[in-house]
C-alpha cells in the first residue's frame, strides 16, 4: 500500500510540471547566445559610423629634465568603416589645445589613423578597445621677456589607446565614454633657436556621440 501512494504521488508531480506553461518554465533560463530583442547585438561589414569626440585629460610633460603636471582637452571627428563583422578602421581629424600657463600654450591640428574591435556586452552595449596614430602641427605661444610671445612652429607623432564602453541607443545612433591615453612626442623650434624636444602623456576620460548609417 505504501509503495502505491509513493508512485501515486510521483505521478501527482510530473503532471503537475508538464502543466506549468512553457513560457513561464524557460522565464529565467539564460542561453549562450542572447538576441536582445530590439537591442544592437553586432555591426556588420560595410556599416559606416561617423563620431565626434571630447578628452579631459590630465597631462604630465617633460622638459629639460623638469615635469610639470596640468589640465588640458582635445577634440576629434572621425570616420570609421566596418571591414568586417565589429571590427572597425577609420580616420580622425584632430585638434589639440594646451595650456601650461605663464602664456605657454600650444594650438595643433592633425589626423590620425586607427582601428577598433567591438566586444559585445549584451542589452546594446559594446566594450570598444581601439588604437590610433597620427601626427599634429601647429604652434606653441612662448612668454619672453618684455611680454612679448614668440610662436614656435611644433610638429609632434601621436599614439592613441581607447578603450571606452559604446551603447547603441537606437540602430542608428551610438553614445560612449571610457578610458583613453594619449603619448605624444616632438619638437618646437623658437625664433632664431635651436628645436627642444618633449614628451606628453596624457590620460583621462573621453566622451563621444555617434550616427551609424
Not at 54 to 61: E, I, P, R, S
Request: hydrophobic share 45%.
Amino acid at each position: 500500500m505504501k509503495r502505491f501512494v509513493t508512485l501515486s504521488a510521483c505521478a501527482a508531480a510530473c503532471v503537475c510540471v508538464l502543466a506549468v506553461p512553457r513560457g513561464v518554465a524557460h522565464a529565467d533560463a539564460v542561453y549562450q547566445n542572447p538576441n536582445d530583442p530590439g537591442k544592437v547585438t553586432f555591426i556588420g561589414k560595410g556599416v559606416w559610423e561617423m563620431d565626434v569626440g571630447a578628452l579631459g585629460v590630465l597631462t604630465v610633460d617633460r622638459q629639460g629634465g623638469e615635469s610639470v603636471t596640468r589640465l588640458s582637452t582635445d577634440f576629434s571627428a572621425q570616420l570609421h568603416y566596418f571591414i568586417r563583422s565589429n571590427i572597425s578602421v577609420g580616420v580622425q581629424g584632430l585638434f589639440d589645445f594646451d595650456d601650461a600657463g605663464d602664456n605657454n600654450k600650444a594650438t595643433t591640428f592633425g589626423a590620425a589613423v586607427d582601428a577598433s574591435v567591438h566586444l559585445r556586452l549584451g542589452l546594446g552595449a559594446f566594450f570598444r578597445p581601439g588604437i590610433a596614430i597620427g601626427g599634429l602641427f601647429g604652434h606653441r605661444d612662448l612668454p619672453m621677456a618684455g611680454g612679448a610671445i614668440d610662436q614656435a612652429s611644433q610638429v609632434a607623432l601621436l599614439t592613441r589607446v581607447m578603450l571606452p564602453i559604446a551603447y547603441f541607443a537606437s540602430p542608428r545612433f551610438v553614445l560612449q565614454a571610457g578610458p583613453q591615453i594619449d603619448i605624444t612626442t616632438g619638437t618646437f623650434t623658437p625664433t632664431g633657436r635651436e628645436g627642444q624636444s618633449f614628451t606628453r602623456v596624457a590620460g583621462g576620460f573621453s566622451v563621444g556621440v555617434g550616427y551609424v548609417f
